[in-house]
């Protein structure tokens, strides 16, 4: 069973038609409805609900009832919506489920009102739009095997009890509901998304009309959905980023290596660490062995550190892989352009220190390693929010650290605080993007963990020559780069919005110059310009297609060129060029000067050259 729980100051419906061949018998007073001030459940009952519907209504009421006591609800309002998954339960067992979760919600003192089975109803709500206003949850039988393998902390997640807080740069710690979310709206709309839980999307977000309009990236129905394939220009862009991040990472200190992407699930430490991460794993068999597809580098990087011999004198330790792929099997429902998949490339950074003060002051440069990384990618704190996640005791004994990672980042942060540690880490942090449809995804992250060392029998020796378990961090300073991919054009996507001409950083635009002539006769000098330009490793194209300039022109700016050369007679006179720049103004100027405009804003960043042929009239068309 899912539920959507929206708490409303109303919910009303008028039935419009049959949904189904036999709906629910109904009478005139069920063909509208209406209750105020009501927590509205939305439900889908689903196939896996039949092998125990007793117990599905049993957790549903004690879910509900959980719900409405948080929000303080007393009126209850069931609407059977079947959008919210795709395996859905026979119809007669469906209304047999709705009409025992009425009942029984009554039985415990509710007011419930349910909407009929079968029909296709207009509806309208108003949700009251506080952080806890808009929750989902999953009942699955407990006899039922899922079809993936899911471990103890994603069961766990799914039961652990959080309290949301709002820390200020001022060390103020607001509970979330009673904080004054006024010039902090981006926040207001991570914190509902977090508290909610929801990741389900139910329409397509603007960035994946621009990855296939723009033919970077599509989809591979070939492959299992959440695989992806990349064009000419994808490809690109996402080796220029994984280029960047790897080299910010080595230049921090980091020692790179590689390591396999499957592992054994009977390995004992792996096994155990399997349970304490919550992620579903891609199963695959080989002979009689069972293995799963790695979900980050971890494994491999901790069973280097096992087999190493390592003194105090070499810590702190960071090691380093890009990994291509990480595997998660997430719910299909969640999978979203680039923004969620099942395959992604994770810079991964795994760092041994030997104490707790060694952690944190790692922990610290991280952080601003990681803000350092999105900057350059045309990410400031101004496009993402922050939550940084830690037990209560952790809290108590280090307040003025944490208040510390909320001044450098200069604005409120979202604080998810524990009574109990379950996962492996004490500490973690976030930079979270929001996009368009007001979805949250983690970028940046860094956690403190203080159990795999001894799981996996990681030591060092310290001065006394004693051996010991360090701590280890985990770093991410970018995120997956598919996400990183998605947060710069779901911000482009904004930027359109608000009239601004879309625009990739100038080093990670596939094309950076197109130079177009104005006729045939000035073909040769139009290549020359370009020919200058590559010499330069700025990639340069040439239009040499038989249209119209004004045509020409504006086929560059649908592609986000970021400068337009248009040559003529008169340029190819004088040896010069008249420039358009897509960030505003347009020159005629030496060449030159041109190269060295450039060259200065890109640099320190990586090059690779034009992924295309050199001449549009040679390039293949990859959609439509």
């Known amino acids: 069973m899912r539920m959507l729980l929206i708490h409303s100051d109303y919910l009303e419906y008028e039935v419009k038609d049959k949904a189904i061949k036999s709906p629910e018998p109904i009478g005139d007073e069920m063909k509208k409805g209406r209750l105020e001030e009501v927590l509205a459940v939305f439900i889908s009952v689903e196939k896996v609900d039949e092998s125990g519907p007793e117990e599905v209504v049993r957790k549903a009421v004690e879910e509900i009832k959980g719900v409405a006591s948080q929000v303080k609800a007393e009126n209850i309002f069931i609407y059977p919506f079947a959008h919210l998954s795709s395996e859905l339960a026979k119809p007669a067992l469906a209304l047999g489920i709705l009409k025992e979760l009425e009942e029984k919600l009554r039985g415990e003192g509710y007011i419930v009102k349910r909407a009929p089975f079968g029909y296709y109803k207009a509806f309208r709500l108003s949700c009251k739009g506080h952080p806890l206003a808009e929750l989902s949850r999953t009942i699955v039988p407990s006899g039922e095997k899922a079809e993936e393998e899911v471990s103890e902390a994603l069961k766990k997640e799914e039961e652990l009890v959080s309290y949301w807080y709002i820390l200020t740069p001022e060390g103020e710690l607001v509970e979330v509901d009673k904080f004054d979310f006024t010039g902090h709206e981006n926040l207001r709309k991570f914190a509902n998304y977090e508290i909610s839980k929801s990741r389900i999307a139910t329409e397509e977000p603007p960035h994946v009309r621009i990855m296939l309009d723009q033919e970077l990236v599509d989809y591979e129905p070939g492959s299992d959905p959440g695989n992806l394939r990349y064009y000419p220009k994808g490809r690109l862009i996402k080796s220029l980023l ?47 062995k069972k293995f799963f597809l790695r979900f980050a580098a971890c494994f491999g990087q901790f069973l280097i550190k096992k087999d190493a011999t390592i003194s105090y004198r070499h810590l702190p330790l960071r090691m380093y892989e890009l990994t291509r792929y990480s595997f ?297």
């Open 242 to 288: 994984e280029r960047y991040v790897t080299e910010k990472v080595i230049e921090y200190g980091a020692m790179e290596v590689e390591t396999p992407i499957m592992y054994d699930f009977e390995h004992p430490a792996l096994e155990k660490y399997l349970n304490r991460f919550p992620a579903r794993q891609y199963v695959v068999k080989s002979g009689d």
């Open 328 to 624: 998660r099997r997430e719910k299909r429902g969640e999978l979203s352009g680039l923004r969620r998949l099942r395959a992604f490339t994770m810079p991964d950074m795994h760092t041994v220190a030997k104490d707790l003060k060694q952690a944190m002051d790692e922990f610290k440069k991280q952080y601003r390693l990681s803000m350092e990384v999105l900057r350059g990618v045309g990410l400031t704190p101004e496009d993402y929010e922050v939550a940084i996640r830690f037990t209560e005791d952790f809290w108590n004994e280090n307040r003025d650290f944490i208040i510390e990672l909320v001044r450098i980042i200069g604005k409120p942060v979202l604080i998810e605080m524990w009574k109990q540690r379950f996962f492996y880490f004490i500490l973690k942090f976030e930079f979270n993007f929001v996009d368009n449809l007001d979805k949250a995804a983690a970028l940046s992250t860094v956690q403190i963990d203080v159990e795999n060392a001894e799981r996996f029998g990681i030591t060092y020796y310290d001065e006394e020559g004693k051996e010991k378990h360090p701590l280890i961090l985990h770093c991410s300073p970018s995120g997956a780069i598919e996400r990183v991919m998605y947060a710069v054009l779901e911000k482009q996507a904004k930027l359109t919005k608000r009239g601004t001409k879309a625009m990739l950083p100038l080093w990670l635009s596939p094309i950076q110059v197109r130079v177009i002539p104005v006729s045939d006769d000035v073909l040769d000098y139009a290549l020359y310009v370009a020919g200058k330009l590559e010499g330069a490793k700025i990639r340069v194209d040439v239009d040499d297609t038989g249209d119209r300039l004004n045509k020409k022109i504006r086929k560059a700016e649908k592609e986000w060129v970021p400068y337009i050369i248009v040559v003529g007679e008169k340029e190819k006179e004088q040896g010069t060029v008249t420039v358009r720049r897509r960030a505003g103004g347009r020159s005629e100027m030496q060449l030159e000067d041109l190269i060295r405009e450039i060259k200065q804003k890109t640099e320190g960043f990586p090059y690779k050259p034009r992924p295309l042929p050199l001449l549009l009239s040679k390039r293949p068309k990859f959609r439509g």
